[in-house]
């Protein structure tokens, strides 16, 4: 979705780095989360916040930090990368939709960033 | 939120009905069922989502069993671009901040 945008798509890094990888939304959805996405293992969620000043730990937060610089921006970054850190990262946006007389939610994804930790 | 289990692929022709099936019997009361696809390790896509009742929207219908511990995607028309991996979920309405995609289907539309 052309509303939700990642830099870098790709990165090639070595271990011990730091990395941040960067999302931006003109949506103007509150919410905002960091997924990675492993072969086999689907999509397991890193960081999320529903707005600027919260900040929450999903799943796998080890590793990794994020920062929300406003309501379009949630930044993830990689203190020290490591090579099993390797993966597909996705920003994601959620909102709740008034559609046809129902409330509906829905989460709308970035196009991903290729990571490779060497 | 309950796992789901999928079976790794399916093929379907092109312009004939794909039925996805998904079992998740261990589903609880608060616990809605989410539909998602992947394109190529593009961003995953919304789909569609229910309760207990058969839903229905422009992409694509959703039924599930009056048990709930299993449901149907059905895309009524399939087309080469609905070649994708397709994730069924099951998690408390807004709650995104947890669930688990798992491995889903690949789905193979063949002309």
Redesign the interface.
């Known amino acids: 979705d052309a509303d939700v945008t990642q830099t870098p798509r790709n990165r090639i890094t070595k271990t011990g780095k730091r990395i941040m990888l960067e999302c931006s939304q003109t949506k103007g959805h509150d919410r905002m989360y960091w997924y990675r996405q492993d072969p086999g293992l689907g999509l397991r969620l890193i960081y999320y916040s529903f707005d600027v000043k919260d900040i929450n730990k999903g799943e796998i937060s080890d590793g990794y930090s994020v920062s929300r610089q406003a309501q379009a921006k949630f930044s993830l970054s990689l203190e020290s990368a490591i090579p099993n850190q390797t993966a597909l990262y996705f920003c994601a946006t959620s909102a709740m939709i008034r559609d046809r007389g129902r409330t509906r939610e829905t989460q709308y994804f970035g196009p991903g960033t290729r990571l490779l930790v060497l | 939120d309950a796992k789901t289990t999928q079976p790794p692929s399916m093929d379907c022709a092109e312009g004939r009905a794909a039925n996805l099936p998904c079992n998740h019997s261990t589903i609880s009361g608060n616990e809605y069922v989410y539909w998602y696809r992947q394109i190529h390790?593009?961003?995953?896509?919304?789909i569609i989502?229910g309760l207990k009742n058969n839903e229905t929207n422009e992409m694509a219908s959703l039924i599930i069993t009056e048990d709930r511990k299993s449901s149907t995607l059905i895309l009524p028309h399939a087309t080469l671009r609905d070649t994708a991996v397709y994730?069924c979920i099951v998690r408390v309405?807004?709650n995104?901040?947890?669930?688990?995609?798992?491995?889903?289907t690949k789905l193979n539309v063949k002309p």
Not at chain 2, 96 to 104: A, I, R, V
Request: proline share 5%.
């Open positions: 390790s593009q961003g995953p896509q919304y989502h994730y309405i807004y995104f901040n947890k669930f688990y995609f798992g491995s889903g």
